[in-house]
C-alpha cells in the first residue's frame, strides 16, 4: 500500500512539476504527518527536492515530457489569478508558463471552458474536465504557441469573459512582447474578453521589448509577486487598475 501511494505521488508530482504538502494531504487523503514521511522518502531518492511553499520535482535522464518547470513565484500568481475565475466562466489562457501554472488552481471550478493558443496550457487543462478549445495556426517552438493571420481570425470569432496574458516587459510606454505574431494574437485576444488580466513576476517591470500590445489603461487588472514601485502603482490607482500581489503562503 506504502508504495503504491509513493508511486502514485511520484507520478503526480512529476506530471505537475510542483505540489505543496497541503495539495498532497487533501488529494491523496492522508495526514501531513504522513505527507512528511513520504516527502523525505521520495527527496532521499533524489526525485524531488523541498522548495519553499512546498516540493519541486527533479528532472530525471530518461523524461522528456516536461514543458514548463514549476516555479513557486510564478505559482502564487497563478493561483491569485485563478481566485477571478467563477463558474462557468470563458477564459482566454495566453501563452507563457505563468498561465500554465494558473491551470491546477482551477480544478474545482465547474462548467469552465479555457480557450488557449498554448501547448503547455492545453497539456495541463486536459488533467481535468475543462471544456477546451485550442486554436489552430502555426506552431511557434520558441513560445510552444499557435500563432498567425489564422490563429488570429479563429480567436476573433469567439467570446470570453475573461483573458489572462504574459507579457516580457512593462514600461511607462507600455505591455510589450519579443515577437510580433504573439503580440498580434494578444491584441484579438484582448478585444474578444470583457475582462482583461496581466501575468506578469516582478522580473518583467521595467523592461522593454520590441512589440507592444496593450496600455496600462487597456488593462482591468495586473497580477505579480511582488508590488511594483509606486510611482507605477500610482498610474494603476489613477487609470482604475486592479494591482493584485499574490501572498506569500507560510512554509
Given at each position: 500500500m506504502k508504495l503504491k501511494r509513493l508511486q502514485a505521488i511520484r507520478e503526480y508530482i512529476r506530471r505537475l512539476h510542483g505540489w505543496t504538502y497541503e495539495d498532497l494531504s487533501r488529494d491523496f487523503d492522508i495526514s501531513m504527518t504522513t505527507v512528511r514521511r513520504?516527502?523525505?522518502?521520495?527527496t532521499e531518492s533524489g526525485f524531488v527536492e523541498k522548495v519553499h511553499g512546498g516540493i519541486r520535482y527533479l528532472k530525471q535522464e530518461d523524461d522528456n515530457s516536461?514543458?514548463?518547470?514549476?516555479?513557486?513565484?510564478?505559482?502564487r500568481i497563478g493561483k491569485a489569478a485563478a481566485s477571478l475565475v467563477e463558474d462557468n466562466d470563458i477564459i482566454v489562457l495566453g501563452s507563457g508558463t505563468t498561465a500554465a501554472h494558473m491551470v491546477r488552481h482551477l480544478r474545482d471550478k465547474k462548467g469552465l471552458t479555457v480557450i488557449t493558443n498554448n501547448l503547455a496550457v492545453l497539456r495541463e487543462s486536459v488533467r481535468y474536465g475543462f471544456s477546451l478549445v485550442f486554436i489552430g495556426g502555426n506552431f511557434d517552438r520558441r513560445t510552444l504557441s499557435v500563432v498567425g493571420t489564422q490563429s488570429v481570425k479563429q480567436m476573433g470569432e469567439l467570446n470570453a469573459n475573461k483573458c489572462f496574458l504574459s507579457c516580457n516587459g512593462i514600461t511607462e510606454h507600455g505591455i510589450s512582447n519579443v515577437a510580433d505574431q504573439e503580440a498580434e494574437m494578444k491584441k484579438e485576444t484582448m478585444k474578444i474578453?470583457?475582462?482583461?488580466?496581466?501575468?506578469?513576476?516582478?522580473?518583467?517591470?521595467?523592461?522593454?521589448s520590441l512589440y507592444n500590445f496593450a496600455q496600462i489603461e487597456e488593462l482591468d487588472g495586473i497580477i505579480t509577486d511582488r508590488k511594483p514601485d509606486e510611482e507605477f502603482a500610482e498610474r494603476c490607482r489613477e487609470k482604475d487598475v486592479t494591482l493584485?500581489?499574490?501572498e506569500q503562503e507560510e512554509s
Open positions: 513520504d516527502v523525505d522518502l521520495l516536461d514543458l514548463f518547470i514549476y516555479e513557486y513565484e510564478k505559482d474578453s470583457s475582462k482583461v488580466y496581466l501575468l506578469a513576476d516582478h522580473t518583467k517591470f521595467g523592461v522593454m493584485m500581489i499574490a
